[in-house]
């Protein structure tokens, strides 16, 4: 049996574009569709260039000196030689992995309830998913140093049935619970770009050869909100490993990460150079966990979904 | 043809082999009683009531918003019937969720999962029936070369043409033998050609496997094509439950006439039955029809007569004086009125052209009336009087709504 029909179309439009109408006196000068895609592009490569990745040379280079300005590969093997800031980068990478995993579990039933919303609906609760970040993050941090404080709500709940409040302050728990506050949209809003491009026709499609509810679930909107999954997670993690703010006020001196002591060695003991050296440190090993990360949930039929 | 088991094989076309293979098919009888549905507080369907025998293939027809695919849900599992009662095979599964009933559904938009191989969707159902993987393989394999894919079962969906998809959605839903196969709009997403050729694949594999099938569709040419009964549906009841030529023929209300295929309407008054049909008085014509389906209008009642534009014909009246050259017909049709024809006098209005056949216009007291005239008949010229007429049995009757 032969594939498809082959029907007749009118002639392939060339790359180079239209072709002028005719009765332009001036000849049109024909550019290609990349260079208006540049034109387009080029005031955020500006920015970037600029902002972002000069600095990130410069980071790189500074990292590689002393603070007098010669060659030297001393802050590297100061950071990797001390197991004090190994556990600093271990910790800082774990409070990453259980907000990525708390955004993900608060985040994932959310998106699928928002799913079958109303266009409406869905507004306004987008915009409740959306508020935290209208606030400033230092106002927002205080606000969970009072509820979660020994005098706090909480507390207070647990002393009225008689119980002593468990310690909820300047733990990783205290980090975590104010950084999936922050996180959770940008966690959910790609998972619910994700969960709109799956056909609703899978799912009764699923249902009419056997599969129940929940293998419905497992089979077909998992892998294929794996896309959303990978995006949310790289943005929530990638940010929470490298924010000051919330661990800084919620974690207290018992919680210190990676970028805690950028700021300490910036503007305390003004070694810049070793700030440097610890900030790189960061980004090699977010950049790199992420791309495994991304390498697993790819996996087999990966290319299918992510096409 | 054999004794018929049933309503089904009286269709056009059909072998002494399909009859044969069919009346062998003894599983996926449907009977729905009484189903009502309201969806966001609109009822959608108000009271099907429906009987399907094995093997049969029902079309359900009408226009978006009918009701159709809601009942086709019901069917499925997909949707719970506020009230009314869903039998296959004797067994009332009206409250049995969808993945425990044995249904196999093509959707429009084909819902092939896009990360699996056509194979794994294909074998999807067994999977789900915890089939081997072996075992699997071999049966996904068959029903590839079932339905002409041979050789494709590890591409993936998205490297498949429109066509194929559809194909690789029918391999998986029948793979599972279904008691009952439920296609839903399957064929709307293709090009019209495409259309055309898998309806008529479809139809085949269907009457070759036996399963019972039920399409919904807006496309009544489809419907005509492939079905052995049609269902036409109207605001969520059934208007009609009739073979394809007495739903063309003989539409049982002025809303299937006029849906299904082009029709001219003409109003009327009844004037009693006859011995072949049924009289009606349209100003100062006497016309007889086909006897109506359902209860007969009562003398004197307004009615609407219906006849098909390929079933007038449009004669010159004698001693009017056609034009000789135009009067030259072909053996096959007759140029002047006989007595028998009932028909309407009237002037030709307008003549077009369309290719494989030519439409005349033509204005009489009752209205204007189209026909078609078959492919190298003499056209009359315009402003000539001519005569409309047709068969009794081409026209048929409604009570006027």
């Known amino acids: ?307 | 043809m054999t004794a018929g088991t049933d309503t089904v094989g009286d269709k056009s076309a059909p072998t002494g082999t399909d009859t044969a293979t069919r009346a062998g098919s003894t599983r996926g009888r449907l009977v729905l009683k009484g189903i009502h549905k309201a969806l966001g507080g609109k009822e959608v369907v108000r009271g099907i009531d429906l009987t399907m025998e094995p093997g049969e293939f029902l079309t359900l027809l009408g226009p978006s918003g009918c009701g159709k695919s809601t009942t086709l849900n019901m069917v499925a599992g997909h949707l719970l019937p506020d009230s009314g009662v869903v039998e296959v095979d004797g067994r009332d599964i009206t409250r049995l969720p969808a993945n425990r009933r044995a249904m196999g559904m093509v959707f429009q938009s084909y819902a092939l999962f896009p990360h699996m191989t056509v194979a794994e969707n294909i074998a999807f159902g067994l999977r789900m029936r915890k089939v081997g993987a072996a075992l699997r393989r071999r049966r996904a394999a068959e029903a590839l070369e079932l339905v002409g894919l041979d050789g494709m079962g590890e591409r993936y969906p998205r490297q498949l043409s429109g066509g194929q998809r559809q194909r690789t959605a029918l391999a998986r839903a029948l793979i599972v033998e279904p008691d009952l196969l439920l296609l839903d709009e399957p064929f709307s997403n293709l090009d019209a050609q495409l259309r055309v050729r898998l309806r008529e694949e479809v139809a085949a594999l269907q009457r070759r496997v036996g399963t019972t099938t039920i399409l919904v569709t807006h496309d009544q040419d489809e419907a005509l094509a492939v079905s052995d009964r049609i269902a036409v549906m109207a605001e969520g009841t059934i208007h009609q439950l009739d073979a394809p030529e007495t739903v063309y023929l003989r539409p049982a209300t002025d809303f299937v006439a006029q849906f299904v295929g082009e029709v001219n309407v003409l109003d009327g008054i009844a004037a009693g039955a006859a011995a072949d049909g049924h009289r009606c008085r349209i100003g100062d014509s006497h016309l007889v029809t086909a006897t109506p389906v359902g209860t007969a209008p009562g003398d004197g009642e307004a009615v609407r007569l219906y006849v098909r534009p390929e079933a007038v014909r449009v004669l010159a009246v004698p001693g009017k004086g056609r034009p000789a050259s135009a009067a030259t017909p072909d053996p096959a049709s007759t140029s002047t009125r006989t007595a028998a024809e009932p028909g309407l006098p009237g002037t030709v209005e307008a003549t077009r052209f369309l290719g494989t056949r030519v439409r005349c216009v033509v204005a009489t007291a009752a209205g204007r009336v189209e026909a078609t005239l078959p492919f190298g008949s003499a056209v009359p010229g315009l402003g000539e009087e001519v005569f409309c007429a047709w068969r009794p049995q081409h026209a048929s009757l409604t009570a006027r709504p």
């Open chain 1, 1 to 307: 049996m032969a594939a498809t029909a082959r029907v007749a179309h009118g002639p392939a439009l060339t790359p180079d574009g239209p072709t002028p109408a005719p009765g332009v006196s001036r000849p049109v000068k024909e550019r290609g569709p990349w260079r208006t895609g540049l034109l387009l592009a080029s005031p955020a490569i500006a920015v970037l260039a600029l902002l972002f990745i000069a600095p990130l040379f410069m980071l790189v280079y500074n990292s590689f000196r002393t603070q007098a300005g010669d060659p030297t590969l001393h802050n590297y093997t100061r950071f990797l030689g001390d197991s004090f800031y190994r556990d600093v980068l271990w910790h800082t990478l774990w409070i990453g992995a259980l907000t990525t995993l708390g955004c993900l579990v608060v985040g994932y039933p959310f998106a699928v309830y928002l799913r079958g919303r109303s266009p409406r609906a869905r507004n306004y609760l987008s915009l409740v998913l959306l508020s935290p970040l209208l606030i400033s993050m230092v106002t927002r941090a205080y606000g969970w140093l009072v509820l979660l404080g020994p005098k706090g709500p909480i507390a207070d709940g647990f002393h009225a049935v008689g119980l002593d409040a468990p310690k909820m302050l300047y733990n990783d728990t205290a980090v975590v619970v104010g950084m999936v506050h922050v996180m959770l949209a940008y966690m959910v809003l790609p998972l619910m770009g994700s969960l709109d491009r799956i056909d609703p026709a899978l799912t009764p499609a699923a249902k009419g050869l056997g599969a129940s509810g929940w293998t419905c679930f497992w089979r077909i909107t998992v892998p294929l909100s794996l896309p959303g999954m990978l995006a949310g997670s790289l943005i929530v993690f990638s940010l929470t490993v490298s924010s000051f703010v919330t661990p800084a006020i919620l974690g207290g001196p018992t919680v210190k990460l990676m970028p805690y002591f950028v700021y300490t060695e910036a503007t305390s003991n003004l070694n810049w150079p070793y700030a440097a050296a610890i900030g790189f440190v960061l980004i090699v090993v977010t950049t790199v966990l992420t791309a495994v990360y991304a390498r697993l949930l790819r996996g087999r039929g990966g290319k299918e979904v992510f096409a």
